[in-house]
């Protein structure tokens, strides 16, 4: 089994991350050989109100200093069992939580689901599968209009239980958002 615990300093941060992923129920490690990750994520395509753009997470602000880039629609982990509609309004609530008064509306009908089996960017050397679940969203209190902007989120601050893990943790500062034309945009 996977632990922080034993090597203190030694940890690799990644480990770390890992642990908590798992240990939040936000991830699953398969019992086979090599082992295989599993992660249930929604996808939240935040459109203006005329359709006409996406809002892309242009880049992450990272508490080691290190900038990570996206650009890619709002996007989070789902806890195991969460249905989509959930996942969707936590996601926006987490990430987009220092813009005040937002309403999120999902498109009726608009939930896609796909399977990836594809590298992880936080664990390279673990397999992972990513079972996408993307939806359609308007955010009421949301301008389209404001062009770029930064939210911060306090990532990891519900984690109770995991005491002293946490701190050794990377994670995410700052989101960095922009509105872009949809009719500029490919496979989001």
């Known amino acids: 089994m996977l632990s922080p615990h034993g090597a203190s300093n030694k940890v690799p941060r990644m480990s770390t991350n890992l642990w908590i992923e798992l240990t ?16 249930n994520c929604a996808v939240v395509r935040i459109l203006s109100q005329d359709n006409k753009k996406i809002l892309l997470e242009s880049h992450q602000e990272l508490s ?3 900038t ?9 982990k789902m806890k195991e069992g969460e249905k989509i509609e959930d996942a969707a309004s936590r ?9 005040r008064n937002l309403v999120m509306k999902i498109v009726p009908d608009s939930c896609e689901i796909k399977e990836e089996n594809r590298e992880s960017g936080s664990f390279p050397e673990l397999a992972s599968v990513y079972v996408v679940h993307t939806v359609d969203a308007h955010v009421e209190g949301l301008a389209a209009d404001v062009g770029e902007f930064y ?3 306090e990532e990891y601050k519900d984690c ?3 005491n002293g893990v946490v701190e050794k943790a990377v994670h995410v500062k700052k989101h960095y958002w922009k509105w872009v034309d949809l ?5 989001v």
Do not use: Y
Request: aromatic share 0%; charged share 35%; hydrophobic share 25%.
């Open 24 to 39: 939040e129920g936000e991830s699953k490690i398969s019992d086979t050989t090599p082992p295989i990750r599993t992660v």
């Open 160 to 162: 109770g239980g995991l």
């Open 64 to 66: 080691d200093g290190s």
């Open 68 to 76: 990570r880039q996206r650009s890619r629609p709002l996007s989070e």
């Open 151 to 153: 939210t911060e989120e």
């Open 183 to 187: 009719d500029h945009v490919v496979g």
């Open 91 to 99: 996601a926006v609530k987490e990430e987009l939580g220092g813009v």
